[in-house]
């Protein structure tokens, strides 16, 4: 590669070129500016005002930017435009407590790489990604509002999640875990109960964060056994329908008088980890029992479409990594093809004969 005169990478393979040159009092200065592009503009439009006698002021650089500056816009904008802000203010402070007082451009790709990668072992394929993914916001945040010129994070590649494994609950555990529930989080049964029998999510059915209140009395008609969720994660309101399991749920709720505001006042079931491992459940979260929704579904025969409808998703796509078997559904329906008729009874029988018949020569 061609060197380019004054143009420099402090740090080798970091991306981030420095210039050098000399003003026109005579003074050495050196520049750090960022991509190499950049940079070689810079160091000649540095010479061009040298030649032509351009006066520098005695401090070029302003103070740079902490990821930890970075990071408390990224978290205004948050509050403002996303729904997922409350992760948001609990994923940050890992990155902050990782890069936060470091320049913003002083953090180089293998950096950011080297720290996601020590998490391994710790997080899954998912919880890495969104990490990353924050990360990500918060230098492209910086970058567009030209706080920033080097956006290291752009770089790194996010990993193909697995979703291929839905994680739902299995008929020998449900009577487990209801006992758990029944013993020591008997008040808790109906968001229980709500959650197994309308698919909702988690930000649907509680209230997640200050603006979005979650399930609310005054959108729910028990006569028509609907609830209206005027926001949900694809951004668009949607009708979820209510059985007759969940509509005694409600009923029995709203005779308590809980029949204003929010159905559920809590913001979250944190209660809910500790009853599963009471349970002795490995693997199974609050978002499971959405999977196990769907799953129960489709187990019973209804049609993926149905499926797809009742699940709020836009896309087929979506609602097929919920559309698998339990091991023991599937052996049943393979015994099926094991079910005795005339024609299978004629052909078992020719076959059982030709196996004793004798050899003619």
Not at 98 to 104: L, V
Not at 207 to 222: V, Y
Not at 314 to 329: D, F, G, N, Q, V
Not at 342 to 358: D, F, I, K, R
Request: charged share 25%; glycine share 6%.
């Amino acid at each position: 590669m061609k060197k380019q005169r004054g143009v420099f990478e402090k740090v080798p393979d970091s991306g981030v070129f420095w210039i050098q040159y000399f003003d026109a009092a005579g003074r050495r200065r050196r520049e750090k500016v960022g991509p190499k592009s950049l940079a070689i503009k810079l160091a000649e439009k540095r010479r061009t005002d040298a030649r032509a006698g351009v006066k520098m002021p005695e401090n070029l650089r302003a103070k740079a930017a902490t990821f930890a500056k970075l990071a408390q816009r990224t978290l205004a904008y948050s509050k403002a435009n996303k729904r997922s802000y409350s992760f948001d203010v609990l994923r940050m402070p890992a990155l902050i407590a990782a890069f936060g007082n470091r320049a913003a451009e002083d953090i180089t790709r293998g950096d950011i790489q080297k720290w996601l990668d020590s998490k391994a072992g710790e997080w899954s394929q998912a919880t890495r990604n969104r990490y990353l993914a924050l990360m990500k916001l918060t230098y492209r945040l910086a970058e567009e509002d030209g706080v920033i010129k080097l956006n290291p994070a752009r770089l790194v590649r996010q990993k193909k999640e697995d979703n291929g494994r839905v994680r739902y609950l299995l008929n020998k555990e449900e009577p487990i875990l209801r006992a758990v529930l029944e013993r020591s989080y008997s008040d808790h049964l109906p968001e229980f109960e709500l959650a197994l029998m309308t698919g909702m999510r988690m930000s649907d059915q509680f209230n997640t964060d200050a603006d979005h209140p979650g399930l609310c009395w005054e959108r729910i008609d028990l006569d028509a056994g609907t609830a209206n969720l005027v926001l949900t994660k694809n951004g668009e309101s949607r009708f979820v329908r209510l059985n007759s399991r969940a509509l005694a749920v409600l009923r029995m709720l709203h005779g308590r008088g809980l029949g204003t505001g929010r159905v559920f006042p809590i913001m979250k079931p944190r209660w809910f980890g500790d009853a599963v491992r009471e349970a002795g459940l490995k693997d199974f979260t609050w978002h499971c029992l959405r999977h196990t929704f769907a799953s129960r579904l489709v187990m019973a025969g209804v049609d993926i479409r149905t499926v797809q409808e009742l699940m709020g998703h836009k896309s087929i796509t979506m609602t097929m990594r919920y559309a698998h078997l339990s091991p023991e559904h599937s052996a049943a329906a393979l015994e099926k093809l094991c079910a005795p008729s005339a024609t299978t009874t004629a052909t078992a029988g020719q076959v059982a004969a030709s196996a004793v018949a004798p050899v003619v020569n």
